[in-house]
């Protein structure tokens, strides 16, 4: 980031980052936040010059903050829309104000961003299937009987997660390897998640495997498999995001893996992007390294798109704790000492 600090220099007005809610995910407020504050720093770009917001669920409280930062002096956008309608409103709005958007984590389906910055989410769900594959197999599961559960049917990259990982478990359910108990709507609230796994488990009692496509959905699931008895090393349970309290499951024996994005990746990317904008001249081949199409307009956006990583035990040490995603001290508090010590974390 630091080379960046000449164009920096060069480009006029300020960059608003308008993040989506704190409910969804917590590394809204863990990461993103704090991640794409310090990259603008790093490059030079005054405190006064970056504004990070978050709606708060909010369609209406998101593009009036769009609306109010554009009157503010913002010439880039970085949107993590919450939904398709307001954030292609507000991608609307920017163009017709000569604003720059950049769709960041998710693309505004229908929009008219300039850029996109984000991870392979195809990729993602991928690692999520293959990643349900090993645990089925490391925790001897016999007979895998698996609910499969989805991200909001609004969020496009729910429907990539999906493509990902279905593409990975379909082939089983088709040759009877594995059986699919259920296939609830799906949503990214995680009350909402856990009352349709709830009513899943109840009319499939003999299910014994768990997709879920991140940690604040399987969190609460894996509270109501524990009331229920189920133990450690038993029941395979999925993620994304590598959040503390999905960290904490998986060293427990309660979640066999998570999908690990490096935000601070992410937001330095999303950054860079935002200071060419804000420079007038166009990100070079170097820092855009592909396009994603918009499935709804057909256009090929100009895309950064960045690798994810799954994570189990053995690899929290050289990825989330080795970036300072999450810290020893906050992972291995409590109770949850002794599972640290188990796979040898330590710092």
Same mark, same amino acid.
């Given at each position: 980031?630091?080379?960046?600090?000449?164009?920096?220099? /060069?480009?006029?007005?300020?960059?608003?980052?308008?993040?989506?809610?704190? #409910? #969804?995910? !917590? @590394?809204?407020?863990?990461?993103?936040?704090?991640?794409?504050?310090?990259?603008?720093?790093?490059?030079?770009?005054?405190?006064?010059?970056?504004?990070?917001?978050?709606?708060?669920?909010? $369609?209406? #409280?998101?593009?009036?903050?769009?609306?109010?930062?554009?009157?503010?002096?913002?010439?880039?956008?970085?949107?993590?829309?919450?939904?398709?309608?307001?954030?292609?409103?507000? /991608?609307? &709005?920017?163009?017709?104000?000569?604003?720059?958007?950049?769709?960041?984590?998710?693309?505004?389906?229908?929009?008219? @961003?300039?850029?996109?910055?984000?991870?392979?989410?195809?990729?993602?769900?991928?690692?999520?299937? +293959?990643?349900?594959?090993?645990?089925?197999?490391?925790?001897?599961?016999?007979?895998?009987?698996?609910?499969?559960?989805?991200?909001?049917?609004? $969020?496009?990259?729910?429907?990539?997660?999906?493509?990902? &990982?279905?593409?990975?478990? +379909?082939?089983?359910?088709?040759?009877?390897?594995?059986?699919?108990?259920?296939?609830?709507?799906?949503?990214? *609230?995680?009350?909402?998640?856990?009352?349709?796994?709830?009513?899943?488990?109840?009319?499939?009692?003999?299910?014994?495997?768990?997709?879920?496509?991140?940690?604040?959905?399987?969190?609460?699931?894996?509270?109501?498999?524990?009331?229920?008895?189920?133990?450690?090393?038993?029941?395979?349970?999925?993620?994304?995001? %590598?959040?503390?309290?999905?960290?904490? +499951?998986?060293?427990?024996?309660?979640?066999?893996?998570?999908?690990?994005?490096?935000?601070?990746? /992410?937001?330095?990317?999303?950054?860079?992007?935002?200071?060419?904008? @804000?420079?007038?001249?166009?990100?070079?081949?170097?820092?855009?390294? =592909?396009?994603?199409? *918009?499935?709804?307009?057909?256009?090929?956006?100009?895309?950064?798109?960045?690798?994810?990583?799954?994570?189990?035990?053995? #690899?929290?040490?050289?990825?989330?704790?080795?970036? =300072? !995603?999450?810290?020893?001290?906050?992972?291995?508090?409590?109770?949850?000492? %002794?599972?640290?010590?188990?796979?040898?974390?330590?710092?």
């Amino acid at each position: 980031m630091s080379s960046l600090k000449s164009l920096a220099a /060069e480009g006029k007005g300020k960059i608003a980052a308008i993040l989506p809610d704190t #409910t #969804t995910s !917590a @590394r809204y407020t863990e990461f993103d936040a704090p991640y794409l504050m310090k990259a603008a720093s790093m490059a030079g770009i005054p405190s006064s010059d970056m504004i990070v917001q978050n709606a708060q669920g909010s $369609d209406a #409280t998101q593009y009036a903050d769009a609306q109010a930062d554009i009157t503010n002096g913002a010439d880039v956008i970085i949107l993590d829309g919450l939904d398709d309608g307001v954030g292609a409103k507000i /991608e609307s &709005y920017a163009k017709s104000k000569g604003a720059v958007v950049i769709d960041y984590d998710r693309m505004t389906t229908g929009g008219s @961003r300039q850029y996109y910055v984000s991870f392979n989410n195809v990729q993602v769900g991928t690692l999520i299937g +293959n990643g349900l594959v090993s645990c089925v197999a490391n925790w001897k599961v016999k007979n895998p009987n698996v609910i499969d559960m989805t991200g909001s049917p609004t $969020d496009p990259n729910a429907a990539q997660f999906a493509q990902g &990982y279905n593409a990975v478990l +379909n082939p089983l359910f088709k040759a009877g390897t594995w059986k699919l108990a259920a296939s609830p709507a799906g949503t990214w *609230d995680p009350p909402t998640a856990a009352t349709e796994f709830e009513q899943a488990y109840t009319a499939h009692p003999d299910a014994n495997a768990l997709l879920s496509p991140n940690d604040e959905n399987a969190a609460p699931i894996i509270t109501y498999l524990k009331s229920h008895g189920i133990k450690p090393d038993t029941f395979p349970v999925t993620g994304q995001d %590598a959040t503390l309290v999905g960290l904490q +499951n998986i060293i427990s024996g309660y979640q066999c893996g998570t999908v690990y994005k490096a935000i601070n990746q /992410e937001a330095q990317a999303a950054v860079a992007v935002a200071i060419y904008a @804000r420079a007038s001249k166009t990100p070079p081949s170097s820092l855009l390294n =592909g396009t994603n199409k *918009d499935p709804k307009t057909g256009a090929e956006v100009p895309s950064v798109l960045l690798a994810p990583q799954w994570v189990t035990p053995s #690899t929290i040490s050289s990825t989330v704790i080795k970036d =300072g !995603a999450i810290t020893v001290s906050q992972l291995c508090s409590g109770s949850y000492a %002794a599972d640290c010590t188990k796979y040898g974390i330590s710092g």
